[in-house]
DNA sequence: ATGCGCCTTCGAGTGCGCTCGAAGTCAAGC
DNA sequence: GCTTGACTTCGAGCGCACTCGAAGGCGCAT
């Protein structure tokens, strides 16, 4: 079905750390920490070769991260992906309490932002009267 | 010149905490932090009596830190404004640097809201499909 | 063959922001 | 007078998410 997927790359742990933004202290620390879907791949040598796909799976959960979701909820996520097909209400469900808790942050932040504009709106003015 | 400002009110810990959503351990802490303007006065049982202006500036604190500005920030705001008049235009320049970060940081997060969306209708679709 | 650099594991350390507990004081009510 | 409960200080402890360092291995270029 496939017709010329050939890029069949692999990066060493330090392309990878290039690729997503992380540090390779960090990527070890989350494959240790359960959130990859499974050991990353080794080269003879021993050393990680990190597939597309894992590359695809640390962006989502960098996705997750940086819009405040812990490590622990981001490792349950793994886990049902992990255990494959079946759970896809649950994974849903994950996943839609975290949004409507990061929609509800952002607005606070924003109520939060306005007030501090409105606060340097003051600090513009005066500061301009002084001059 | 002020008319009838009569509530000169001033609370307990306990109730500033409930006035600002903070724990009384949480308002202790900030006060020794530095980040209140100045030590917050005492009843002659030596409690503390906190007065408008003290919740006042708790309020904007808050608003500082549930945008992410770290205390360490809070601090030197905080010092910058005991100073008193002068240095206004610090002042300003502490909070449009947080401002621009805090803009830049929530647009980022409205962006990997959206992936996170997508992939939330990628299994909204299927769990249909499957029903 | 000898460096060089990138990799490995493991466990300990760091920074942040609270959070808690112990031990004591004070004022009011029974 | 004694209990109760809210307060005080002080310092230690915690949870999170990294972050770092030590000690060692592999393979390639000179």
Known sequence: MSVAESTDVSLS????????????HTLRY???DGLLLDAVDRASSGHR???E???GWIR??????STGMPIREVR?????????????????????????????????????????EYKIGLYERSTCTLT
Do not use: F, K
């Open 76 to 116: 349950q996520y793994a886990d049902l992906v992990r255990a494959g097909d079946g759970n896809e209400a649950e994974r849903l469900q994950l996943l839609v309490a975290h949004r409507d808790r990061v929609r509800q942050q952002l607005s606070e932040v924003a109520t939060h932002l306005e007030a501090i």
């Open 30 to 32: 989350y494959e240790r």
């Open 49 to 51: 070769r990190y597939s």
């Open 53 to 55: 796909d894992d590359v």
């Open 13 to 24: 742990i330090a392309e990878a750390a290039e690729a997503t933004g992380l540090t390779t």
């Open 60 to 65: 989502m959960i960098t996705r997750l991260r």
